[in-house]
């Protein structure tokens, strides 16, 4: 019944190095502003005019082309944002304006509407005021033609602002792989379902959806709930979502008991599957597949296995499918002794971040991880960091190979 | 034609006062487990039972009452996750177990498969394997009517699992609140149009479905573009979404010009209206009314004023009325001087965060910022400091009062 021909387990980082090799970034996609929340920008954006595009009043006040000194002058007409002053200005004579609005020669200035006395038609300015003065202008901000956003920038609140402003309302942007996923097991039950015995309510869809959500708004995922008939998943396998997923993902059934179809039915599905166990803990049971373009992931079932997996692994794939480069681990101190640690496989250890107070520097503090089933230890995780293996005991202070997590 | 009396100027602390006073939390409210994600959770949630609800094998493998040391069992039956055993066991016997699955009596304890020596019906063990080896104890990882998650925890994707985990698939939340929102101004243009002469494109409006998009996923906003004219927008004011929202924005015509109309049409429709003016900048005509439980704001529409605004006002009344405290400023060092910046009225200057390499401490790095109208500047910025009045110069290592941005 045990395995005949042993399976080889691969490092964590060569399953990087296999992502970076294998995993191509789809091709990029206009969509409109609204729904570009969220994306990276795939093209350069240029300023389409000059900002402002026209000499512009900064104040409500009156505008006028200033004398040398005090002087008085008459005032012939308004101009409010979004009106072109029609009449054409003599020496001596004055605008009402507004906020907004475009002078309508060179050389004026604004004097703010709090400062002006006026009497009937005509304006009394007892300073001398500098051409210019409470004027915006024409191209002041940003030049016609110059870089505006770079590819690659991140669209928040801001960048979207600021394609509106240059009228850049289709931008071309990374895409959102479309995910399906199945969570297995007939010992699994919907959440809304009081389990029976040995039965287990459904946590992994909701935690894949959340997640996916999370880095990519408007994320197009499917999801669905299959029980332990191989014949049945290998169907599903091969109708849609599942036919044509840029991702597909399997929580539960990765291991090699006989239960667990995963591999069996992605490889009869025409997967190459490279992996199917890492030298890592949680997770050793992780199969990647190759199908042409489609990347697929057996994830093992447990909570804390799925999280960790998620991120050491899918997080990346999804990244690299996106446009952009696997984000790097880096190395950050420990702010506790982690104890009784040794296994012999590297362990990823859920942990949140802090700032030393020693130090001042972003450090890690363990969460405390009772086993693989353990989801409520993942409450405020922020980064996983590796525990080299057969490593009994990591001192205060060590430094530890630390991956941010839920960041795009 | 300016103003005859005098509108008086509010400290930017005293309208955080008046929202904390006025702004009341709207009445959580249940939502789906999917639909909850971003919120916060309004009610106390505790384990539904043990964690895991019965002694679980954690691996594949064969399950036994161990001997003392190395023995012979005879295999009577397999259990899977999700199964029960049915067969009462006797000393001596020992099931083909699964990971997941439940042990059927105490004192058990599971053998990993890669280590069984199996001969037909008969498991040989070798060594000496002691009890519970393999297994996750019934509510080992939490017990039954254990708080799980705290009102007020944030829902993020683990928090989810956990909810779903235990049942709690309509959990009780903080509410989003229906934002109504116009942008105003005859020179405002759809971002998709060339702007004619005078006129220039709608920013505003993609920047605060974002913005809010960013702080509550599945927003409840609604928005519209009203002319200059007001007659038309105080009928709009009046209809909805704007007569029932729990807050209304209006982007533009919050100044006191002739042509700024909002404090006009909030005040007849009832709006009293405690914050027409503030004393700072960029952002000085603000408007903060009070209609029963709605709150409105007149925004200024300049695009820097306006992303100012919404952080300092629009964001906190946000969060109170979500049912969270308002976020506090932190005293920070500012890595750069910051010259030529005295105003009489105290400025809240966007800015980067960045680790300060000498104290590596969070200090803030200011932003180019050339005037109320460049967008351009506001790219990255990730926090608000405040410049008080009448200061020429801060230098480099300055403590500046200091708002992060953008966090929920």
Same mark, same amino acid.
């Given at each position: 019944?045990?395995?005949s021909?042993?399976?080889?387990?691969?490092?964590?980082?060569?399953?990087?190095?296999?992502?970076?090799?294998?995993?191509?970034a789809?091709?990029?996609?206009?969509?409109?502003?609204?729904?570009?929340?969220?994306?990276?920008?795939?093209?350069?954006?240029k300023?389409?005019?000059?900002?402002?595009?026209?000499?512009?009043?900064?104040? #409500?006040?009156?505008?006028?082309?200033?004398?040398?000194?005090?002087?008085?002058?008459?005032?012939?007409?308004?101009?409010?944002?979004?009106?072109?002053?029609?009449?054409?200005?003599?020496p001596?004579?004055?605008?009402?304006?507004?906020?907004?609005?475009?002078?309508p020669?060179?050389?004026?200035?604004v004097?703010?509407q709090?400062?002006?006395?006026?009497?009937?038609?005509?304006?009394?300015?007892?300073?001398?005021?500098?051409?210019?003065?409470?004027?915006?202008a024409?191209?002041?901000?940003?030049?016609?033609?110059?870089?505006?956003?770079?590819?690659?920038?991140?669209?928040?609140?801001?960048?979207?602002?600021?394609?509106?402003?240059?009228?850049?309302v289709?931008?071309?942007?990374?895409?959102?792989?479309?995910?399906?996923?199945?969570?297995?097991?007939?010992?699994?039950?919907?959440?809304?379902?009081?389990?029976?015995?040995?039965?287990?309510?459904?946590?992994?869809?909701?935690?894949?959806?959340?997640?996916?959500?999370?880095?990519?708004?408007?994320?197009?995922?499917?999801?669905?709930?299959?029980?332990d008939?191989?014949?049945?998943?290998?169907?599903?396998?091969?109708?849609?979502?599942?036919?044509?997923?840029?991702?597909?993902?399997?929580?539960?059934?990765?291991?090699?008991?006989?239960? #667990?179809?995963?591999?069996?039915?992605?490889?009869?599905?025409?997967?190459?599957?490279?992996?199917?166990?890492?030298?890592?803990?949680?997770?050793?049971?992780?199969?990647?597949?190759?199908?042409?373009?489609?990347?697929?992931?057996?994830?093992?079932?447990?909570?804390?296995?799925?999280?960790?997996?998620?991120? *050491?692994?899918?997080?990346?794939?999804?990244?690299? *499918?996106?446009g952009?480069?696997?984000?790097?681990?880096?190395? *950050?101190?420990?702010?506790?002794?982690?104890?009784?640690?040794?296994?012999?496989?590297?362990t990823?250890?859920?942990?949140?971040?802090?700032?030393?107070?020693?130090?001042r520097?972003?450090?890690?503090?363990?969460?405390?991880?009772n086993?693989?089933?353990? *989801?409520?230890?993942?409450?405020?995780?922020?980064?996983?960091?590796?525990?080299?293996?057969?490593?009994?005991?990591?001192?205060?202070?060590?430094?530890?190979?630390?991956?941010?997590?839920?960041?795009?």
């Amino acid at each position: 019944m045990a395995e005949s021909t042993p399976i080889p387990e691969i490092e964590v980082a060569d399953v990087w190095r296999l992502l970076d090799e294998r995993v191509l970034a789809l091709g990029p996609e206009r969509l409109p502003l609204a729904q570009a929340v969220g994306r990276y920008l795939a093209e350069e954006i240029k300023n389409d005019a000059n900002q402002p595009p026209f000499d512009r009043s900064a104040m #409500d006040g009156y505008a006028f082309i200033p004398a040398s000194g005090p002087a008085t002058f008459h005032i012939v007409g308004t101009v409010k944002a979004g009106e072109v002053a029609v009449r054409t200005l003599q020496p001596g004579d004055a605008l009402r304006i507004f906020t907004g609005a475009a002078l309508p020669i060179p050389g004026m200035a604004v004097l703010m509407q709090e400062e002006a006395r006026v009497e009937g038609e005509w304006l009394h300015v007892n300073r001398r005021v500098e051409p210019g003065e409470n004027v915006r202008a024409q191209g002041s901000d940003a030049r016609q033609g110059e870089v505006l956003l770079a590819a690659k920038s991140f669209l928040g609140p801001v960048e979207l602002a600021l394609l509106a402003s240059v009228g850049a309302v289709q931008p071309l942007v990374g895409p959102a792989p479309r995910v399906a996923h199945a969570t297995t097991g007939d010992e699994i039950v919907s959440p809304a379902v009081t389990p029976g015995p040995g039965q287990i309510r459904n946590s992994n869809q909701v935690l894949i959806r959340a997640l996916l959500e999370g880095l990519m708004p408007a994320t197009n995922i499917q999801q669905e709930h299959w029980g332990d008939d191989p014949v049945g998943a290998a169907a599903r396998l091969a109708a849609e979502p599942f036919a044509s997923a840029d991702v597909v993902l399997i929580s539960g059934g990765a291991s090699v008991g006989d239960h #667990d179809y995963a591999a069996r039915i992605l490889e009869r599905a025409g997967y190459e599957l490279p992996i199917r166990k890492i030298n890592s803990r949680p997770g050793r049971p992780l199969i990647v597949g190759f199908r042409g373009k489609q990347i697929a992931f057996g994830l093992p079932g447990n909570p804390v296995s799925h999280f960790v997996c998620y991120h *050491l692994f899918v997080h990346h794939a999804l990244r690299l *499918l996106r446009g952009l480069k696997r984000t790097n681990s880096q190395p *950050l101190a420990l702010l506790e002794p982690l104890r009784d640690c040794a296994d012999r496989r590297p362990t990823y250890w859920p942990a949140k971040l802090e700032l030393d107070a020693a130090t001042r520097l972003p450090a890690v503090r363990p969460l405390q991880w009772n086993n693989s089933g353990h *989801l409520a230890g993942l409450v405020g995780a922020q980064a996983l960091f590796c525990v080299p293996a057969n490593t009994k005991e990591l001192p205060a202070g060590s430094r530890v190979d630390t991956l941010f997590i839920y960041r795009g």
